[in-house]
T-cell receptor
Framework: AQKITQTQPGMFVQEKEAVTLDCTYDTSDQSYGLFWYKQPSSGEMIFLIYQGSYDEQNATEGRYSLNFQKARKSANLVISASQLGDSAMYFCAMREGRGGFKTIFGAGTRLFVKA | NAGVTQTPKFRVLKTGQSMTLLCAQDMNHEYMYWYRQDPGMGLRLIHYSVGEGTTAKGEVPDGYNVSRLKKQNFLLGLESAAPSQTSVYFC???????????????FGDGTRLSIL
């Protein structure tokens, strides 16, 4: 069965420093997609970054990058130059490759950025 | 741009009451999903649909029913509400197919449901 594990319930980072949020996954599919979402205190879900299982290069979107290690089944999110507005809940998610449906989420990591 | 709209936004029910949560999307998405979010457990998939007239069970389907009579609407029903169903419910939609597999889900703003 598919599973997403985020082992860090909470993380603290100093403003302007980089932080890595861990995500490991388990699937028997060869084709799948990995996503990271941000949920600020206002509650909406904001898409950050995507990595496909066949993508050879790590995905990057502005200050966000995804450290994809397929053999280890990990898809860690790296946030560079943290800002106070990065304080939020972060979710890792995996979508099945067959038809692109049935996306499951990890338990999330709450990030606190200190001034 | 409406995107995904959930109604109601808040609701308080008594144990044993029934209710229906409505999700509507205007993006012509084939796939729709219902999740519940509980502290420390992230989002858990309740039911999903890959097209009009089709539904499937997710991770935590017990106590819920769904219907997708129209492509743009996905209804989540609680026939006999229980306190364990107190949660925040999110609806999401996405495009179908491998060619759109890199597209994220679009989420509604959530429905906060309390069962007393």
């Amino acid at each position: 069965a598919q599973k997403i594990t985020q082992t860090q319930p909470g993380m603290f980072v100093q403003e302007k420093e980089a932080v890595t949020l861990d995500c490991t996954y388990d699937t028997s599919d060869q084709s799948y997609g990995l996503f990271w979402y941000k949920q600020p205190s206002s509650g909406e879900m904001i898409f950050l970054i995507y990595q496909g299982s066949y993508d050879e290069q790590n995905a990057t979107e502005g200050r966000y990058s995804l450290n994809f290690q397929k053999a280890r089944k990990s898809a860690n999110l790296v946030i560079s130059a943290s800002q106070l507005g990065d304080s939020a809940m972060y979710f890792c998610a995996m979508r099945e490759g067959r038809g692109g449906f049935k996306t499951i989420f990890g338990a999330g990591t709450r990030l606190f950025v200190k001034a | 741009n409406a995107g995904v709209t959930q109604t109601p936004k808040f609701r308080v029910l008594k144990t044993g009451q029934s209710m229906t949560l409505l999700c509507a999307q205007d993006m012509n998405h084939e796939y729709m999903y219902w999740y519940r979010q509980d502290p420390g457990m992230g989002l858990r998939l309740i039911h999903y649909s890959v097209g009009e007239g089709t539904t499937a069970k997710g991770e935590v389907p017990d106590g819920y029913n769904v219907s997708r009579l129209k492509k743009q609407n996905f209804l989540l029903g609680l026939e006999s509400a229980a306190p364990s169903q107190t949660s925040v419910y999110f609806c999401a939609s996405s495009l179908p197919g491998v060619e759109h597999s890199n597209q994220p889900q679009h989420f509604g703003d959530g429905t906060r449901l309390s069962i007393l």
